[in-house]
């Protein structure tokens, strides 16, 4: 613990010490930062953001039958079926703050909201529209990509699977769905933006200069990913840019994990950061098999949904015998 505060310290200090030699970096990114939050991630998060609360505080142990289905196939405890639209249409990291907000309340228990984090905390369409669509000249690929998304989300929900019980309890603790953590979330978002804002450009500065364009979006994306989504451009080949994208979306960014963690607090993420690795891969095999027709892919993935659908039957099977 004590080696791992003196790196924390040791780390911010030298970061401390670059921001004095190279002030001039530093201070244009910064402001590329909060102008960045300005115009993309506060509009695409904060109205998200709040209604996400007041909506999970509302429908908080209601079952909604519309929802069913895709709950059933996620495993999604009865009654917090909600979590799926702040999953889905939220943005991150509105499906991290609905899993908590349920969790804080009692509704799920600490090990169930650990696993739901791994598939329920996704990228949402209005950043994907508002944003991805200026990259592609063809309409149809932001509807292709969240499509992806979605998939890939799911997927990774049958490896990680919640064996827990599946029922909401009846009493459940009464949340605060107040402005104010909505507030505390963006300004926490936003910070870590400019913050990880400031570091792709010292990291962009010391690569290369034959470094090949996909692999500087790709570092970006990977460190922050709104700035990845803007550097797309940048990639001449489409279908590159097709996956690249995919994978640093559903990977979210080591940005989006710090914000993630801001608003979970009390939860283990180990589950999340396998989650977003997995989700990433999934993504990238669904991508090769629409850009490239290597149908043959889809063959070993569906074979490994199946094997474990069925081990998780087994174990279902073997605990039912051992009550």
Known sequence: MKYRQLSVGLLAGAGMLLLILDSNTAFHAAEEGVRLCINTVIPSIFPFLTLSIYMNQSLMGIRLPFLKPVAKIMRLPVGSESILISAFLGGYPAGAQAVYQHYEAGSISKKTAEKLLAFTNNAGPS???GMISHMFTQ???????WSVHI?????????IIISEDLTVPSAVKSGKATMDRALNATASICGWVVLFKILSCFILK??????????????TGILEL?????SLDAIS???LRFMVCSLILAFGGICVTMQTSSVIKGLN???YFIGKIIQAIISIIVCAIIIYG????????????????????????KELIRV
Do not use: E, H
Request: a positive charge; glycine letters at 2%; one cysteine or more.
């Open 294 to 317: 290597q149908w043959i892919l889809f063959t070993p993935l569906f074979a490994a949904l199946l094997f474990l659908r069925r081990n998780k039957n087994n174990c279902r099977n």
């Open 206 to 219: 010391i690569l290369p200069a034959d470094c090949p364009d996909s692999i500087q979006v790709l570092l």
């Open 269 to 271: 993420m180990r589950y």
């Open 127 to 129: 950043f994907i529209f």
């Open 237 to 239: 080949s489409f279908p």
């Open 226 to 230: 709104s700035n990845g989504c803007l």
């Open 151 to 159: 998939i890939s989300a799911i997927y990774v929900s049958q490896i």
């Open 139 to 145: 309409k149809w690929v932001p509807w292709l990509i």
